[in-house]
């Protein structure tokens, strides 16, 4: 390489990203790039927006709006509106009286159909936000053609699913085979009902809303385990097997975890839950580590997630449980996977993250929206783990919940109700009684966690990892074996 | 009551993510245990090797692209030193340099790959596969620069290489040689330290020392488990001899020593391309030779080290343009037929990600 001729050097292609910038510029300069007139409007719109905040929060402060039909932060105080008014409807039908029917079933039905039309709605926008946010993970663009940023992305791949044919296998139960993708959508829906959006808008408050959504939660592995059977394919059954192996050990930590919620806040009702984290001005997460992380390993499993989507190991066993299914068969589980993740989300947010409170800002924002921030910051959490961790096999799973997670689940139950006995006969400020106690369970928890590791003979040598060795000689059986002798 | 399990047989493939191509693996499974798998290969038979002996030897180059397609440079190498021993045709000492760049930038762009995927088959969703494809990609870049094409180069000749690289060749090589060490360490950390992919590959998979020579494992498999062997060393081919590098060796012989040693050789191969890019001389790049090259009557086993182990050519010749016999010692059948003892007695997911780790290429298996 002498003397090299003037010639223009060739751009390298670089990543999707990298091009993105080359041909657009990066932000500060498309900014730069604006014409004036663009960002006079702007800068209107902007102050325009300001002015218009500033209005509401002199409303809010002034509490015009608390209670009221029209108060958007809280829809709960519409729909009580609408059925005092709907209870004033005279007439009888089949000798019950017409107004307290539609009193119950129209507030119901609009809230069916609010908490369905939101989920639907997710299910299309969550796979697209799932695929670009993997991609930028893997520093790929992600779908970018349908529509603008590929936003339709998610419809054209609905419409695909639905054109394609359902086959279904030689020697599958046809019965058994149709129902499943039905049937699995029914606790994803249902799980749903009592969480609370705001202070007044639970569709289904109960005052056992935590056994409700545990026990319907666990409701989709009988769907899961019908397609796997009915399938006729070793894939399928394997897959099915590990979820059922899966959800029975986790059902147990999680139902350990979310006891101690129960016994810090002395109610199984959500709305309770969070109004006792919005009084004491304290998430869960804080107070119960252990059992938030617990909770969400645990849930990983049961809607299979990273890392223990061993249900459906891509690598190993297809598509699990739904190898054989295809068309919109196959769209329903992966939706049904999806809603269950923001579903996920939604619990571990109400169960620790505060649900629809945010220390007092919830007088500001309305409700639902603060939960569906908290949400999809779980599904965030999700989506993170899918681009980064290796999949556990199913043995090292089991370990994990018989040998580590119950045992400190237990302890962690025995902890908190000794705690909470405390709280309740201790007659000293709240502040400095859970303070403490949140310093105890962080500290507690940060030595179990490792110290029971070590206890059951876990030791990985993950500080030094095993660096391969340099051979000085080149020879066979020899010379490796006193490689051997020196290593 | 007593409950009995009764082998069920479970067919991986030939359409299956994770067998790497068109090949089935017969596993007779016991729960998620297996006890016994059979290897069936043969779907993607060419018939290169009967194909071969009605070509010269130059036409017989572009079947080395094709039977280990993630490697052409390696194979078209081995190829080019066979026929060259063969026929007694100089090499000037230019093109040697060349290939020697050429073949190690071939041996990271094979091991990015292959340890790529092997961390997708452990379950990690492709993301380490895709960081590993951009130093790839700009390989194959550089490949297209020279030669045009980017997957099957058909790049050496006998007696040279096909092209000069062009000017903007040597800048683009140095930026990337340049960046590759710490994007490599950039790759180490993203895997090694974390505990689920030591979980699933430490203790997996082990193959002793003795059983690996007595398999005849090649490559990055048998220095896995701690065998120091490596062509390169043992026996240099091109300009080995003059190159300053280390041979990594594994201690165990599990998933996560191949995984490893790949990883080390491509920091290895890299030091090869700097030292090659500094040495290189003036000259040449190709020996001019007949186009119809009849060599003497006579054979030739003519070897290279290779991105998955020792690939070799085994070559007839009757004195006439085309070879009498053409044989391809392919490095990836013999890595395979050692599965069926590492695999036996483990679970199917252990199964999987030894599969991936011995980095097998269809093409070559069937040829």
């Known amino acids: 390489m002498s003397e090299q001729p003037a010639i223009v050097k060739r751009q390298l292609p670089a990543t999707p990203m990298a091009r993105q910038i080359i041909e657009r510029g990066t932000l500060r300069e498309q900014a730069a790039r604006m014409p004036f007139a663009a960002k006079v409007i702007g800068a209107i719109f902007g102050i325009g927006f300001l002015i218009a905040n500033a209005g509401i929060a002199y409303i809010v402060v002034d509490g015009r709006l608390d209670g009221m039909w029209y108060d958007f932060r809280d829809l709960g105080y519409a729909i009580e509106r609408l059925r005092v008014e709907l209870r004033t409807v005279d007439g009888t039908i089949g000798g019950q009286e017409l107004g307290a029917i539609l009193a119950y079933w129209v507030p119901a039905l609009i809230g069916g159909i609010g908490i369905l039309s939101f989920l639907g709605g997710f299910l299309l926008i969550g796979s697209w936000i799932e695929r670009r946010l993997l991609a930028r993970f893997q520093i790929r663009t992600g779908p970018n053609r349908v529509g603008p940023y590929g936003l339709l992305q998610p419809l054209a791949d609905a419409l695909k699913l639905m054109q394609k044919e359902v086959l279904i296998p030689a020697g599958a139960d046809r019965m058994l085979f149709y129902l499943p993708p039905v049937l699995i959508f029914i606790p994803a829906m249902l799980a749903w009902g009592p969480i609370p959006w705001a202070e007044n808008m639970a569709y289904l408050d109960l005052n056992v809303g935590l056994l409700y959504v545990v026990s319907i939660t666990s409701l989709s592995v009988l769907a899961v385990w019908l397609a796997g059977w009915s399938s006729n394919n070793h894939y399928a059954l394997l897959g099915s097997m590990r979820t059922v192996a899966m959800m029975v050990s986790y059902e147990i930590p999680i139902s350990l975890a979310l006891l101690s919620v129960v016994l810090v806040t002395g109610s199984l009702r959500l709305s309770a839950i969070v109004a006792w984290q919005a009084d004491h001005y304290l998430w869960l997460a804080l107070l119960l580590p252990f059992a938030l992380f617990t909770f969400f390993f645990s849930s990983t499993a049961e809607i299979n997630r990273t890392p223990n989507d061993i249900a459906e190991a891509e690598s190993e066993i297809v598509a699990g449980f739904h190898t054989e299914y295809s068309g919109m068969k196959a769209g329903l589980f992966l939706a049904v996977e999806l809603g269950n993740a923001l579903l996920t989300g939604a619990l571990v947010a109400t169960f620790f993250l505060g649900g629809y409170t945010l220390f007092g800002l919830e007088e500001w924002i309305p409700g639902y929206l603060i939960l569906g921030a908290k949400a999809t910051f779980g599904y965030f959490i999700f989506i993170w783990l899918r681009a980064t961790l290796p999949r556990f096999r199913i043995d090292q799973l089991m370990n994990f919940a018989w040998k580590y997670l119950i045992p400190l689940s237990i302890a962690n139950v025995l902890l908190v109700a000794i705690e909470a006995s405390i709280a309740a006969r201790w007659d000293a400020p709240a502040i400095i009684v859970y303070g403490l106690f949140v310093i105890v369970n962080i500290a507690l928890t940060a030595y179990a966690v490792r110290a029971w590791a070590r206890a059951i003979g876990y030791a990985m040598d993950v500080e030094q990892p095993a660096q391969p060795i340099f051979a000085k000689t080149i020879g066979g059986l020899k010379a490796a074996r006193s490689l051997r002798g020196e290593a | ?367």
């Open chain 2, 1 to 367: 009551m007593t409950t009995a399990s009764e082998p069920y047989v479970l067919n991986i493939g030939p359409q299956h993510p994770s067998t790497h191509g068109v090949f089935r693996i017969r596993v007779v499974m016991d729960g998620e245990q297996i006890q016994d798998l059979d290897m069936i290969v043969g779907y993607l038979h060419r018939s290169m090797e009967k194909l071969a002996e009605e070509r010269t030897y130059t036409q017989n180059i572009p079947f080395t692209d094709r039977a280990d397609y993630l490697a052409a440079m390696s194979g078209n190498l081995g190829l080019c030193l066979a026929v060259e021993r063969l026929a007694d045709v100089e090499v000037p000492e230019r093109a040697s340099y060349l290939r020697v760049i050429f073949a190690e930038l071939q041996r990271i762009a094979s091991h990015a790959m292959a340890n790529g995927t092997l961390v997708s088959d452990a379950g990690a969703w492709q993301t380490p596969l895709l960081y590993m494809f951009r130093e790839r990609e700009k390989i194959l870049d550089l490949f297209e620069m020279t030669c045009g094409a980017r997957l099957t180069t058909n790049y050496m000749r006998i007696g040279g290489v096909a092209f000069e690289p062009p000017p903007e060749f040597w800048p683009a090589l140095r930026e990337l040689v340049d960046e590759l060490p710490q994007r490599i360490d950039e790759y180490a950390q993203m895997v090694q330290g974390n505990e689920i992919f030591i979980a699933r590959t430490r203790n997996v998979g082990i193959i002793s020392p003795e059983d690996a020579i007595n398999g005849s494992l090649v490559g990055p498999a048998l220095r896995g488990s701690g065998v120091p062997w490596d062509l390169r060393k043992a026996e240099p081919y091109c300009v080995y001899d003059r190159m300053d590098f280390e041979v990594p060796v594994g201690t165990i012989g599990d998933v996560y020593d191949r995984y490893m040693v790949r990883l080390e050789e491509t920091r290895q191969s890299t030091r090869i391309i700097r030292q090659a890019m500094e040495a290189i001389p003036e000259g040449p790049h190709k020996t001019d030779i007949p186009l119809a090259l009849r060599p003497e009557p006579g054979e030739i086993y003519g070897r290279v080290e290779g991105p998955r182990g020792e690939t070799g050519f085994y070559l007839v010749s009757d004195g006439s343009p085309a070879p009498y016999r053409f044989h391809i010692r392919a490095p990836s059948l013999i890595n395979l037929s050692l599965l069926r003892e590492m695999a036996r007695g483990a679970a199917l997911s252990d199964a999987v990600v030894t599969l991936g780790s011995l980095d097998i290429v269809v093409g070559e298996i069937d040829r």
